[in-house]
Nanobody
Framework: QVQLVESGGGLVQPGGSLRLSCAASGSILRVKYMGWYRQAPGKQRELVATITSGGSTNYADFVKGRFTISGDNAKNTVYLQMNSLKHEDTAVYYC?????????????WGQGSQVTVSS
Protein backbone atom coordinates (compact mmCIF):
# COMPACT_ATOMS: atom_id res chain seq x y z
CA GLN A 1 0.00 0.00 0.00
CA VAL A 2 1.18 3.50 -0.87
CA GLN A 3 0.07 6.73 0.75
CA LEU A 4 0.57 10.27 -0.52
CA VAL A 5 0.19 12.96 2.12
CA GLU A 6 -0.09 16.58 1.00
CA SER A 7 0.40 19.77 2.94
CA GLY A 8 0.69 23.49 2.33
CA GLY A 9 -2.55 24.62 0.77
CA GLY A 10 -4.49 27.66 1.93
CA LEU A 11 -5.72 31.15 1.18
CA VAL A 12 -3.46 33.70 -0.46
CA GLN A 13 -3.90 37.08 -2.09
CA PRO A 14 -3.28 37.57 -5.82
CA GLY A 15 0.42 37.91 -6.46
CA GLY A 16 1.27 35.88 -3.38
CA SER A 17 3.05 32.56 -2.97
CA LEU A 18 2.35 29.12 -1.56
CA ARG A 19 4.36 25.93 -1.36
CA LEU A 20 2.77 22.51 -1.57
CA SER A 21 4.47 19.36 -0.33
CA CYS A 22 3.66 15.72 -0.97
CA ALA A 23 5.33 12.82 0.79
CA ALA A 24 4.94 9.26 -0.44
CA SER A 25 5.24 6.34 1.95
CA GLY A 26 4.56 2.63 2.00
CA SER A 27 5.56 -0.06 -0.46
CA ILE A 28 7.47 2.15 -2.88
CA LEU A 29 9.80 0.20 -5.14
CA ARG A 30 10.53 2.61 -7.94
CA VAL A 31 9.19 6.05 -8.76
CA LYS A 32 8.81 6.89 -12.44
CA TYR A 33 7.59 10.41 -11.78
CA MET A 34 5.66 12.51 -9.33
CA GLY A 35 3.62 15.56 -10.05
CA TRP A 36 0.70 17.85 -9.38
CA TYR A 37 -2.70 18.15 -10.99
CA ARG A 38 -5.49 20.56 -10.16
CA GLN A 39 -9.24 20.68 -10.48
CA ALA A 40 -11.28 23.84 -10.30
CA PRO A 41 -15.04 23.75 -9.67
CA GLY A 42 -16.91 22.62 -12.76
CA LYS A 43 -13.73 21.81 -14.64
CA GLN A 44 -11.77 18.68 -15.43
CA ARG A 45 -8.62 17.76 -13.58
CA GLU A 46 -5.57 19.13 -15.41
CA LEU A 47 -1.84 18.60 -15.29
CA VAL A 48 0.19 21.30 -13.54
CA ALA A 49 3.72 19.90 -13.43
CA THR A 50 5.66 16.65 -13.19
CA ILE A 51 9.19 15.66 -12.26
CA THR A 52 10.92 12.37 -13.01
CA SER A 53 13.22 10.54 -10.64
CA GLY A 54 16.05 11.83 -12.84
CA GLY A 55 14.97 15.42 -12.30
CA SER A 56 13.38 16.17 -15.68
CA THR A 57 10.45 18.54 -15.35
CA ASN A 58 7.35 19.28 -17.36
CA TYR A 59 4.99 22.22 -16.87
CA ALA A 60 1.61 23.23 -18.17
CA ASP A 61 1.86 26.43 -20.20
CA PHE A 62 -0.34 28.34 -17.77
CA VAL A 63 2.19 27.95 -14.90
CA LYS A 64 5.48 28.30 -16.75
CA GLY A 65 7.62 30.97 -15.16
CA ARG A 66 5.45 31.09 -12.02
CA PHE A 67 5.49 27.58 -10.54
CA THR A 68 8.51 25.39 -9.80
CA ILE A 69 8.38 21.67 -9.11
CA SER A 70 11.20 19.97 -7.21
CA GLY A 71 11.78 16.67 -5.54
CA ASP A 72 13.75 14.85 -2.90
CA ASN A 73 14.29 11.25 -4.03
CA ALA A 74 15.63 10.14 -0.67
CA LYS A 75 12.41 11.27 1.00
CA ASN A 76 10.06 10.38 -1.88
CA THR A 77 8.76 13.91 -1.58
CA VAL A 78 7.75 16.42 -4.22
CA TYR A 79 7.22 20.15 -3.81
CA LEU A 80 5.38 22.77 -5.81
CA GLN A 81 6.46 26.35 -5.27
CA MET A 82 3.73 28.63 -6.57
CA ASN A 83 4.54 32.30 -7.10
CA SER A 84 2.62 35.18 -8.66
CA LEU A 85 -0.64 33.39 -7.94
CA LYS A 86 -3.74 34.45 -9.84
CA HIS A 87 -7.46 34.10 -9.15
CA GLU A 88 -7.62 31.42 -11.84
CA ASP A 89 -5.12 29.27 -9.92
CA THR A 90 -7.84 28.60 -7.36
CA ALA A 91 -8.44 24.84 -7.33
CA VAL A 92 -7.92 21.64 -5.41
CA TYR A 93 -4.36 20.49 -6.08
CA TYR A 94 -3.69 16.76 -6.16
CA CYS A 95 -0.34 15.06 -5.81
CA UNK A 96 0.25 12.14 -8.16
CA UNK A 97 2.88 9.40 -8.16
CA UNK A 98 3.47 6.95 -10.98
CA UNK A 99 5.20 3.91 -9.52
CA UNK A 100 6.77 0.94 -11.25
CA UNK A 101 6.52 -2.65 -10.03
CA UNK A 102 8.11 -5.08 -12.43
CA UNK A 103 6.61 -4.35 -15.84
CA UNK A 104 3.52 -2.65 -14.46
CA UNK A 105 2.92 0.98 -13.59
CA UNK A 106 0.48 2.30 -11.01
CA UNK A 107 -0.94 5.74 -10.26
CA UNK A 108 -1.49 6.95 -6.72
CA TRP A 109 -3.16 10.17 -5.60
CA GLY A 110 -3.02 12.41 -2.60
CA GLN A 111 -6.09 13.60 -0.73
CA GLY A 112 -6.11 17.03 -2.37
CA SER A 113 -5.15 20.47 -1.05
CA GLN A 114 -7.37 23.50 -1.48
CA VAL A 115 -5.61 26.56 -2.87
CA THR A 116 -7.69 29.72 -2.89
CA VAL A 117 -6.42 32.93 -4.43
CA SER A 118 -8.58 35.83 -3.34
CA SER A 119 -8.28 39.40 -2.16
Amino acid sequence: QVQLVESGGGLVQPGGSLRLSCAASGSILRVKYMGWYRQAPGKQRELVATITSGGSTNYADFVKGRFTISGDNAKNTVYLQMNSLKHEDTAVYYCNARLIRGILEYDYWGQGSQVTVSS
